[in-house]
């Protein structure tokens, strides 16, 4: 998913702005990882930023997507463990403290 978007983005760019395809495919790379343009290199043409826009709200949902569906089960079982854990030491809290005396108020 990811590939197949950058090597779009990469021939696009290449077509549009006339770069190489190295110098395309850092552009898309910088664009989709979030990081912006490199400072080196952006496009000059109006059809070149639009479709620079285009492809950084595209791309930055693609590698979010991407990451959640390799990770997300890795995720979701943390979050199960830790809240077992949590309600673990929330009981052992609360059967500590209704053994207790509540402490007498102090004179002031």
């Known amino acids: 998913m990811i590939a197949a978007m950058v090597a779009v983005g990469s021939a696009v760019m290449h077509v549009i702005q006339g770069w ?8 898309t790379s910088f664009i989709a990882t979030g ?3 490199p400072a080196d290199l952006y496009p000059t043409s109006a ?5 620079a826009s285009i ?14 569906f390799l990770f997300g089960p890795f995720m979701g079982t943390v979050l199960r463990l830790s809240e077992e ?4 030491l929330e009981s052992g809290v609360e059967k ?4 207790r005396e509540p402490p ?3 004179d002031q």
């Open 35 to 37: 990081q912006g343009p």
């Open 85 to 88: 854990k949590m309600e673990e």
């Open 47 to 51: 059809i070149g930023k639009i479709f």
């Open 104 to 106: 007498e108020p102090e």
């Open 20 to 27: 190489s395809y190295l110098d395309s495919f850092y552009f």
């Open 55 to 68: 492809l950084a709200f595209v791309s930055v949902g693609t590698v979010v997507t991407a990451l959640l």
């Open 96 to 99: 500590e403290l209704s053994g």
